[in-house]
């Protein structure tokens, strides 16, 4: 079946610094969604990418779909402690979506 | 408005014992889903209900049985209960499956002992 993979599983970040979560898929997917849950919550939609090499931002967030559609990455600038929680990637291929582990992020202060 | 609703909040089952968990939602989606989530696995896809009157199997449905009793509500049943099925059961909807962005409920927390 498909799997979708997300590393890495768990980032912890100094505030203020950048980092990267990445989403890989065995195969091509039709598009991709990204969520985040925070602790004790639930998910929540973030972004829906669907271009091969989409690029999209929302305020610190970077959003890219990659030309082969097989892979995505969420890349925060300057994170903060608003930015904890786990964030999700779901990959959709023949009409069935599948949700990566996630990437649990801790911010130190 | 609401958006998605679930019930109950926490659940504590013996092992055998069965059970309903209510989903509903007030945003007239044509789609539901029902997924699990355990530690270091995601969310797991249980079984979803692409427009009223139908229902597919998704990657877990073993020990569970749905019904989607009308556009609003879509409800998960486990006859037996089992200690494997421990874990968070979310309900979520949209517009038109799989395409569009999926809202979560709150989530039920069950625990099987």
């Known amino acids: 079946g498909q799997q979708v993979m997300q590393i890495p599983q768990y980032q912890h970040v100094q505030e203020g610094e950048d980092f990267t979560t990445y989403c890989n898929s065995s195969?091509?997917?039709?598009?991709i969604q990204w969520y985040k849950q925070r602790p004790g919550g639930h998910p929540v939609f973030l972004i829906q990418l669907v271009k091969s090499g989409e690029v999209k931002k929302q305020k610190r967030l970077t959003f890219q779909f990659g030309e082969a559609k097989k892979n995505s990455s969420l890349h925060i600038t300057a994170t903060q402690t608003t930015d904890v929680g786990t964030y999700f990637c779901?990959?959709?291929?023949?009409?069935?979506?599948?949700f990566g582990a996630g990437t649990t992020v801790t911010v130190r202060a | 408005n609401a958006g998605v609703t679930q019930t109950p909040k926490f659940q504590v089952l013996k092992t055998g014992q069965s059970m309903t968990l209510q989903c509903a939602q007030d945003?007239?989606?044509?789609?539901m889903y029902w997924y699990r989530q355990d530690p270091g696995m995601g969310l797991r896809l249980i079984y979803y209900?692409?427009?009223?009157?139908?229902?597919d199997k998704g990657e877990v449905p073993n020990g569970y049985n749905v019904s989607r009793l009308n556009k609003r509500e879509f409800s998960l049943r486990l006859e037996s209960a089992a200690p494997s099925q421990t874990s968070v059961y979310f309900c979520?909807?949209?517009?038109?499956?799989?395409?569009?962005?999926?809202?979560f409920g709150p989530g039920t927390r069950l625990t099987v002992l």
């Open positions: 945003m007239n989606h044509n789609s």
């Open positions: 209900s692409a427009s009223e009157g139908t229902t």
């Open positions: 195969t091509t997917l039709s598009n």
């Open positions: 979520a909807s949209s517009e038109v499956a799989w395409v569009d962005e999926q809202f």
């Open positions: 779901a990959g959709l291929r023949r009409y069935k979506l599948s």
